[in-house]
């Protein structure tokens, strides 16, 4: 294993995924991180969000970097890429499921009494089949939620712009599934039991390529940190990609470097420690992933 060694040109953009890495529950650590972010901004680089949650699910948890006017969500990477916005806040990336696959997934749902498992996610809203929404019960633990649940008809979902897909307990849905993998949809899984679906050929390294090709620079000069199933196409892109200690074995196998602090550790500032050389006071090491 190498020891880090930084870049004498550090990437100028670096692309961050939200829970379990950026945000920590742990106040201190939460606000290290926050002060990292604020910290690049200011030296001039250009820090951006690349999460699976919408553009709405983030202002509230940005806080002071919101606030004080240092990142209003834009550039940024939502919801898994299905929504890219440029520095401007233009959209660059929207992509949506089809009505078929909609209707198709509704009458599963409903056939099976599993309207409470899902949640369906546009650019702007939540909706459900159900007013028992066990995704949002989820969500609700692990992030700040704020827009209202949407109660719809599966005929009324259909003419909706769904972008994404919560699923809790997926293995309860997927005996009755016949999608393709890659080619009806993109499935990820997470840590606190959703499974997150998307229309094919969206994922987050899509959605850094699409924002680096409007910049008109490399995706080498983008970094990368995460911790989840989710990231790990962003990882294997970037040249300096980072997975936080907190990360499965099997994320962690597809980032450059591995971190030892988790997100409740501080792990975003001690990368831009790293790779930027804007100290955060962490000590622990960096190891060069095999």
């Given at each position: 294993m190498e020891n880090f060694v930084r870049p004498s040109s550090p990437p100028k953009y670096f692309a961050l995924d939200v829970d379990g890495t950026f945000y920590a529950f742990d106040e201190d650590s939460y606000a290290k991180n926050r002060k990292a972010f604020r910290k690049l901004v200011e030296a001039g680089y250009v820090p951006f969000l690349c999460t699976g949650r919408p553009l709405l699910g983030v202002f509230e948890d940005l806080k002071d970097l919101y606030t004080d006017g240092i990142y209003n969500g834009f550039p940024g990477v939502y919801q898994n890429g299905a929504i890219v916005y440029n520095h401007h806040g233009d959209l660059i990336i929207l992509k949506s499921f089809d009505a078929d696959f909609i209707g198709s997934l509704c009458n599963i749902l409903v056939q099976h009494d599993l309207r409470g498992s899902a949640l369906f996610l546009s650019a702007n809203g939540m909706h459900s089949l159900s007013t028992d929404s066990r995704c949002l019960q989820i969500l609700k633990t692990i992030s700040t939620v704020t827009a209202e649940l949407d109660i719809v008809s599966p005929d009324d979902l259909k003419l909706v712009d769904i972008l994404q897909i919560f699923v809790v307990d997926f293995h309860n849905l997927a005996p009755y599934i016949a999608w393709k993998e890659n080619v009806d949809c993109v499935t990820k899984h997470s840590h606190c039991g959703i499974t997150t679906i998307n229309p094919p050929g969206i994922t987050k390294e899509a959605g850094i390529r699409?924002?680096?090709?409007?910049?008109?620079?490399?995706?080498?000069?983008?970094?990368?940190?995460?911790?989840?199933?989710?990231?790990?196409?962003?990882?294997?892109?970037?040249?300096?990609?980072?997975?936080?200690g907190n990360a499965d074995d099997s994320v962690k196998a597809h980032a450059k470097y591995v971190l030892e602090e988790t997100n409740e550790e501080g792990a975003f500032a001690k990368a831009v420690s790293l790779l930027y050389g804007i100290e955060t006071d962490l000590t622990k090491c960096c190891t060069r992933s095999n």
């Open positions: 699409a924002l680096m090709k409007e910049a008109n620079v490399s995706t080498k000069d983008c970094a990368f940190i995460g911790d989840g199933d989710n990231d790990i196409e962003a990882m294997e892109l970037a040249d300096y990609s980072f997975a936080v």
